[in-house]
């Protein structure tokens, strides 16, 4: 919050000119896996319209993405969970009669090719594959931490959704063995167990019921992330997951998007990131003598941007975003279209779409002031404005 006050997780744009679902979803289509559907609920117009708009296959030989929402097929419940969403939409999977089904979230930053966990899958027997990878124990709680067999390291012994008191690793207790999101499952058994699930009180969720389920009949697999090797990978970005769940995790992604050497590598077009946008025109930067530079180091910067007599450092500007002179911005991340007044400041900031800031405004600078203008500061001081917010000085 604020940003999916008004929007799906998987819509919230990321990197100037990306959705998260795109990083999902280019990942999918360059595994080679070319029938997709995105099983969408709350919220989720910006979502669907993305979707339709930008990914668009070709039909000829049968591939697709389509956005699917909760129709109320079975009963008159939405979503009721992940496992639900997935049960609800069996329909899809007995349409296709897939052998194999790839799951995965939609609200994370990393690449990821799925076909070497699908072949996992299939050598190893294994009803249901989980993708796995190492995170400090202190974060255990956000994830599914994965136990492994002691005689078989590839299946999992145990599996405990979003544990209070984790277990480290064997050989580095400050560690845990985290779910990434991303399963594989063999077909049959995918219905079944989602099946089943909907007849028990459970939270009808893939990693809380679904996951342990497979574990408690010894047919769950393990699949190490960081065996994975994706085309283009640099000794940088190798092995990189983020979980942008939180503001802090989503603004520090965007913070390793542009370092020198940037930990997440945009610019690997063996295995490229898709999405679209508009035809806008490239973009500008203008005024160059005096106090009155326009400029941006160490930033991304999206087509349609003007940056006219002012300073940015360290950030990321989604299209169509405009600064004007003496504004000075740095370490923050602006949605498309946020225009920026004379003399404004700006320091470690989110700012959605369209917000206009105006002249001599300061963000991030004096906290206090901040929440008094009903801005949203972060535990660590990140300031976020939310969509549609009128920002007074
Ligand atoms: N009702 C619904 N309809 C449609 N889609 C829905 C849905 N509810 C959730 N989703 C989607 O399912 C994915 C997983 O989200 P969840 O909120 O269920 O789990 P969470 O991300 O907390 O943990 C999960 O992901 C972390 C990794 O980030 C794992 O460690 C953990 O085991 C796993 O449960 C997301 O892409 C979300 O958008």
Known sequence: MPLTADRAKPAVPFAGIYRLIDLALSNVVNSGYLQVVVLTQYKSHSLDAHVTKTWRMSTLLGNYVTTVPAQQRVDKNWYLGSADAIYQSLNLIHDERPDIVVVVGADHVYRMDFSAMVEQHIESGAACTVAAIRQPISLANQFGVIEVDDDDPSKIAAFLEKPSEPKGL????????????????????????????????????????????????????????????????????????????????????????????????????????????????????????????????????????????????????????????????????????????????????????????PEGCQIGIDHEHDRARGLHVTESGIVVVGKGQVVTR
């Open 170 to 357: 064997p050989d580095n207790p400050d560690e845990v063995l985290a779910s990434m999101g991303n399963y594989v499952f063999t077909a049959s058994a995918l219905e079944q167990a989602v099946s089943a699930d909907r007849e028990t009180e459970s939270n009808h969720d893939m990693g809380g019921d679904i996951v342990p389920w497979f574990v408690a009949r010894g047919e769950a697999g393990v699949y190490d992330f960081k065996d994975n090797e994706v085309p283009g990978a640099t000794d940088r970005d190798r092995g990189y997951w983020r979980d942008v769940g939180t503001i802090e995790s989503y603004y520090d992604a965007h913070m390793d998007l542009i370092s020198i050497h940037p930990v997440f590598n945009l610019y690997n077009y063996e295995w490229p990131i898709y999405t679209s946008h508009s035809p806008y025109p490239p973009a500008k930067f203008v005024h160059g003598s005096g106090d009155r530079i326009g400029e941006a180091l160490n930033s991304a910067v999206s087509p349609g941007v003007v940056v006219s007599g002012a300073h940015i450092y360290a950030s990321v500007l989604s299209p169509l975003v405009k600064v004007h002179s003496y504004a000075s911005i740095q370490g923050s991340v602006l949605l498309d279209g946020v225009e920026v007044h004379r003399h404004a400041q700006i320091r470690r900031a989110i700012i959605d779409k369209f917000v206009v800031i």
